[in-house]
């Protein structure tokens, strides 16, 4: 379903100097798969979901999702394939804190102009998934950090991705949060969601619902 053909990614930081984020890595998950990339920060972690999602595009290699070459994708059609495939759950919620949960949630629907009748029945099976549906209304940047996670989540799964794509999904939630985040990406996989979670979070290591770990140093995979 998804692979990353021998990626090396650079980023260059001035005329003669470069990091290399990632060098020749090569991954295949298959559908239903649930992959943890752990690391150290600057291991390469999220730069392979930002790939992934055609967020960026490799230096060199190739990444295919559902035999699409998404690293090949212009801008518009990679924006496309987003919305379309692709569920991300960045680690800042990058959530709009003056509008409503409601209003954040339907985001993602607004360039398909959906029937009124459609948005609303999507937008009713994800609050209730994600127990949020009492908080419909109130402001985002009213929330705790636990409810603006559920919302994030909610946001990703309305449009029902095939792919979630979690980077570093509990850096600020306490540990009682983070376990809550864990049981409901057991939920997803139940729905046979791919999910790929970059994180350096213990809480997600030896999981039973995890199908493989995966270790990243200095761009490389541990395989």
């Not at 549906?133 to 603006?148: F, I, M, P, R, Y």
């Amino acid at each position: 379903m998804i692979e990353l053909k021998n990626i090396t990614k650079l980023y260059a930081l001035s005329k003669v100097d470069e990091v290399r984020a990632l060098d020749d890595v090569s991954l295949t998950v298959k559908e239903g798969e649930v992959v943890v990339l752990k690391g150290a920060s600057g291991s390469g972690k999220s730069t392979i979901l930002s790939l992934i999602a055609a967020l960026s595009k490799p230096t060199s290699g190739e990444v295919v999702v559902d035999g699409k070459k998404v690293s090949k994708l212009s801008d518009n059609f990679a924006s496309i394939f987003r919305r379309d495939s692709i569920g991300f759950i960045f680690q800042k919620y990058n959530l709009i804190p003056s509008l409503s949960v409601r209003e954040n949630i339907l985001l993602p629907l607004v360039p398909l102009n959906p029937h009124a009748k459609d948005a609303q029945k999507k937008l009713s099976e994800v609050m209730e998934i994600f127990h949020i549906t009492h908080k419909a209304d109130t402001l985002v940047k009213n929330l705790s950090g636990g409810e603006q996670q559920r919302v994030a989540i909610a946001r990703a799964n309305v449009n029902n991705p095939k792919i979630i794509l979690a980077d570093e999904p509990t850096a600020n939630l306490d540990e009682k949060l983070s376990l809550s985040f864990i049981e409901i990406l057991r939920e997803l996989k139940s729905l046979n969601k791919t999910i790929i979670i970059a994180t350096h979070d213990p809480l997600f290591f030896n999981l039973d619902f995890v199908t493989r770990e995966i270790a990243m140093h200095n761009g490389t995979l541990q395989l």
